[in-house]
Antibody
Framework: QVQLQQSGPSLVQPSQTLSLTCIVS??????????WTWLRQHPGKGLEWVGHTFPSGDAHYNPSLQGRVAISVDTSKNHFSLNLYSVTAADTAIYYCAKGPTGDKIDYWGQGTLVTVSS | DVVMTQSPLSLPVTLGQTASISCWSSQSLVYSDGNSYLNWFHQRPGQSPRRLIYRSSNRDSGVPERFSGSGSGTNFTLEISRVEAADVGVYYC??????????FGQGTRLE
């Protein structure tokens, strides 16, 4: 049973970079039909897809984030990461990592990390 | 982007009754392989979402048979029979056919 453990700071200053990592255990991040995803949820709001990456590093992003986002995968460490650049208060949210098969996209979520953007 | 619309946004129910949530997509979710990539998730307060249904009507392992999904094309339904106290929370539909971006409905709060 694959488990996802998120790590990263809970407070980021405006204009800085939000960086989170999702450690995969109980399975390989390189397994064939797998997709590794980041999502977020603004306080009290609905769910927003940030982007996902295949194990090859081929990543796709939400156009709404206007080129501020990068998702990378490190197969040697069995983890994948999110970098969100030039953050503002509007990026304050609970960030989730998730996994799933390439068709359905998401079948399991990490525990979530509340990231607050504030000086 | 494919817009997902859920109804109702709030659903008061009595324990033991049946609850039904609708989800419409602005485009057909039928993919070239014949599947409709429509997932249903349940999020309890303070918890991560949990997937209940995938490809419109397939129940995930461990999900009670009280939960059933149906629909195809642009119109989908999640039905919860014999509602229990543990079923409270927010239910989201999500389409994974047309991306980027993957998109979610606004959520339906079951209370």
């Amino acid at each position: 049973q694959v488990q996802l453990q998120q790590s990263g700071p809970s407070l980021v200053q405006p204009s800085q970079t939000l960086s989170l990592t999702c450690i995969v255990s109980g399975g390989s991040i390189s397994s064939g039909d797998s997709l590794w995803t980041w999502l977020r949820q603004h306080p009290g709001k609905g769910l927003e897809w940030v982007g996902h990456t295949f194990p090859s590093g081929d990543a796709h992003y939400n156009p709404s984030l206007q080129g501020r986002v990068a998702i990378s995968v490190d197969t040697s460490k069995n983890h994948f990461s999110l970098n969100l650049y030039s953050v503002t208060a509007a990026d304050t949210a609970i960030y989730y990592c998730a996994k799933g098969p390439t068709g359905d996209k998401i079948d399991y979520w990490g525990q979530g990390t509340l990231v607050t953007v504030s000086s | 982007d494919v817009v997902m619309t859920q109804s109702p946004l709030s659903l008061p129910v009595t324990l033991g009754q049946t609850a039904s949530i609708s989800c419409w997509s602005s485009q057909s979710l039928v993919y070239s392989d014949g599947n409709s990539y429509l997932n249903w998730f349940h999020q309890r307060p303070g918890q991560s979402p949990r997937r209940l249904i995938y490809r419109s009507s397939n129940r995930d392992s461990g999900v009670p048979e009280r939960f059933s999904g149906s629909g195809s094309g642009t119109n989908f339904t999640l039905e919860i029979s014999r509602v229990e106290a543990a079923d409270v929370g927010v239910y989201y539909c999500m389409q994974a056919t047309h991306w980027p971006p993957v998109t979610f409905g606004q959520g339906t709060r079951l209370e």
